[in-house]
């Protein structure tokens, strides 16, 4: 639930990128598939939502 929270904290092409991938388990293919977006646009959404739930999670940590 708390990934969940985090996912739904980050702006909207990332959130939509990162529920399905962290959540919903699908591959940067399935997900380019999907939205008819290219491949390494994908892949880079991925990486650039797991940055910010990573610094999400982090600051979350902090404050309890």
């Known amino acids: 639930e708390e990934l969940r929270a985090c996912c739904n904290a980050l702006s909207p092409p990332y959130r939509d990128v990162a529920i399905s991938h962290f959540l919903d388990g699908k591959s940067a293919k399935e997900i380019a598939e999907e939205t008819q977006t290219g491949m390494n646009t994908v892949k880079t959404h991925i990486r650039r ?16």
């Open 49 to 64: 939502a797991r940055e910010m739930l990573k610094k999400s999670y982090r600051k979350e940590l902090l404050q309890e």
